[in-house]
């Protein structure tokens, strides 16, 4: 296929090479154009030959925006440390403050040059063979990435440019991301999967530990303790992200559904709860706690769901998690604004009881500054 090269483009990469040079560091060239709109589904499939592992899927409830990337331009990660928040945040402002970027899309989110990836759980706990490929924190810059905001499609191409780099070749590197573009149609998903063996890990231990949190709650002032186990599951054949997340966006429209590769392992998953969303100064944050199963009957689920906003356990629950975002958003942002009572969230399979909370961010606080605060919430 033959590209004719624009003058932008060709002007942006001389003028990345030169800073590069002149710096002697690697200078971020990122293009925005706009697209055709495609599912976001099949961007992601046509990337697995030569991208596995090295995938990214991310879509909002009910497909408002969606973003997939293919290939990573730069790995940004630190040591584990309270400080891995800000830390990371420092070396993607050092990106982008060298960077240079072609859009015309200033005013879309989430076109141009984005950071994936994500933290552990607890820094103090991040060494685990499970985890091993993504570290106690992973983020990267993707090379080619499609989004798509109420549909309307933008392809962002993401071009690190070192010191001496060969114009031509950086041409070429942007060409590939256009020739995958073009070669996108929707995709064939093999969703055969036949289960072979299931393992509880250490259900004994499980139990134990369950006691043990059940005694501690009654004999301290912890309100909360949240458990986790882990199931492993054996199939005849791979397991291949694109059939569980097509699976997951058919069960799950009103949840977050999301993916993000590193090597031969994949995160992969499906979540109603958002930690935080943050917009120019405004900050969104959600507090999910306190659940009930959905009813087999309109009338059975509309009890169902008066049952658990009248019930008090599970309002306490919910209290607890609405009062630590509640209290440390103020730390952070000025007009924070919380309801007074629950609504429900209904899912496919369950709802929950759900506050919004909505605030305005104070002075150069950043996403990850805000995420440093509220992780993990009490509904974790």
């Known amino acids: 296929m ?11 990469l001389q003028k990345a090479v030169k800073k590069a040079n002149d710096t002697n560091t690697a200078v971020l060239f990122s293009k925005v154009v706009k697209m055709q709109a495609l ?22 409830p009910d497909t408002h925006s969606s973003i997939v990337g293919l290939g990573k331009v730069e790995i940004i990660q630190t040591e584990p440390s309270e400080n891995r928040f800000k ?11 060298n960077s240079i970027i072609q859009t015309d899309f200033n005013h879309i989110p989430a076109a141009g040059p984005i950071l994936f990836g994500g933290f552990s759980f607890d820094y103090k706990k991040s060494r685990s063979l499970l985890w091993d490929h993504f570290g106690d924190n992973f983020f990267y810059i993707p090379q080619y990435m499609m989004t798509l905001i109420n549909d309307q499609a933008f392809y962002t191409t993401n071009i690190l440019c070192l010191p ?39 259900p004994e231990q499980w139990k134990g530990t369950v006691a043990k949190a059940v005694q501690t709650i009654k004999s301290t002032g912890i309100d909360k303790i949240v458990l986790a186990r882990e199931l492993k599951l054996a199939f005849e054949q791979p397991i291949y992200a694109e059939a569980v997340l097509e699976r997951l966006l058919k069960e799950q429209s009103s949840s977050f559904v999301f993916s993000l590769e590193s090597g031969s392992d994949c995160f992969i998953g499906a979540t109603p709860e958002r930690l935080v969303k943050k917009e120019g100064n405004e900050v969104l944050s959600t507090c999910l706690a306190g659940s009930i199963a959905r009813g087999k009957s309109e009338d059975e689920d509309e009890r169902l769901g008066q049952e658990l906003l009248h019930d008090p356990k ?10 630590m975002i509640h209290k440390t958003m103020e730390t952070a942002c000025a007009d924070v604004v919380v309801p007074s009572s629950p609504i429900l969230m209904k899912t496919k399979h369950i709802q929950h009881l ?27």
């Open 2 to 12: 033959a590209i004719v090269v624009d003058t932008e483009l060709l002007e942006g």
């Open 39 to 60: 599912s976001p589904l099949s961007f992601y499939t046509i990337g697995r030959e030569q991208y596995l592992g090295e995938r990214f899927f991310w879509q909002e």
């Open 87 to 97: 830390k990371i945040s420092c070396k993607w402002n050092e990106v982008m403050k």
């Open 164 to 202: 001496g780099g060969n114009i031509k070749r950086l041409i070429e590197v942007y060409e590939q991301g256009e020739q995958l573009r073009e070669m996108v149609e929707e995709q064939q998903i093999d969703a055969r999967h036949v289960l072979v063996s299931k393992e509880e890990i250490e």
């Open 314 to 323: 599970n309002l306490m629950e919910h209290q607890f998690v609405v009062n």
């Open 354 to 380: 759900y506050t919004p909370v909505r605030a305005i961010c104070e002075g150069e606080t950043t996403i990850l500054d805000l995420v440093d605060k509220l992780h993990p919430t009490p509904a974790l």
